[in-house]
C-alpha cells in the first residue's frame, strides 16, 4: 500500500476515533442541558418548549443556594489544604535525602487507592468519638486527605522536572532557604500548584460518599441535594444545578489557567 494512502487512512482513523470521544464525552452533558430548560415537572428528553423556569426556582430556593454554599466552602477549603499538605510533603521529600522516602511517598497516595465508603467510614468514627459532628470543617478536613494525593503527585513531577542549579545559585548568593523557596521554586512550579488545586476543588466539589457519611444529616452539599431530591422526584431543578455546576467548573478550570500562566501547555 502506497505510504501516502496509509498516512491518510490512519489520520482518518485517529479524527474519527477522536471524534467518537469527543461526542460519547458531550452527549451526556448537552442532554442534561437540554433538559433544564424543559417547562415540565420531570426530566425529559427532547425538552417540550423552552423556559428558565427551574434557574429561576433554582436561584430563589433557600435549600439549594446553602447545599451550593456548602460546596463550594468545602471545596475551597480542602483544595486549599490539601495543596500545602501535598506541596509541603512533596518538597520535603524531593528536596531532602528522607530514610525510606520512596515508601512515604508511596504512602502519601494511599487515600485514593481506598473505596471511598472506608475513608467515609473511618473518618466518621474518628469525628464521632472525639464528639465534633455536624460542622462543616469536618468535611473540609476529610476531603483534604482524600484528595491530597493529586496535588502531591503534580508538584512532585514539577519539583523533579526543575534544575536544581537555580536553587543552587540562589542559595550560593546569600539567599536563605525559604526565600529561595519563595522567589525560585514556588514560580518555577506555580502550574502544578494551581493544576493540584484545580483537581482537589474539582474532586471534592463532586464527591458524595464521604460527604454523606461525615455530614449525616446536618448539612448538605450539591451532590447530597441531588441524591436526596432523586429519592423522591425526577425534577428538572436537578439538570439546572447540574449545568450551573459544569459551568463552574469550566470557569474555574480557565480561571486558573490563566493565573498560573497555562497549566495545559
Partial sequence: MNTRIRDAICRLALRTYVSAVLVFILLPLVTIAAMSFTPGEFLQFPPQGFSLRWYHELAASSQWMTALRNSLVVALGSAILATTIGGASAYA????????GALLAGLTTVPTLLPPVILGVAFM??????????QVSNLVVAHAVFVTPFPFVLISQGLDEVDRSYEEASRNLGASRLTTLRTITLPLVRANVFSGA?????LSLNEY????LVAGFAFKTIP???FTSLRYSYSPIIAAISVVFILATVAVMFGIDRLSGGIWE
Wanted: glycine share 6%; charged share 10%; proline share 0%.
Fill in 224 to 226: 447530597i441535594q441531588i
Fill in 125 to 134: 468514627t474518628f469525628f464521632v468519638s472525639l464528639g465534633v459532628v455536624g
Fill in 93 to 100: 521529600l524531593y528536596r531532602y535525602d528522607y530514610r525510606f
Fill in 209 to 212: 460518599i464521604i460527604a454523606w
Fill in 198 to 202: 484545580l483537581f482537589a476543588f474539582i
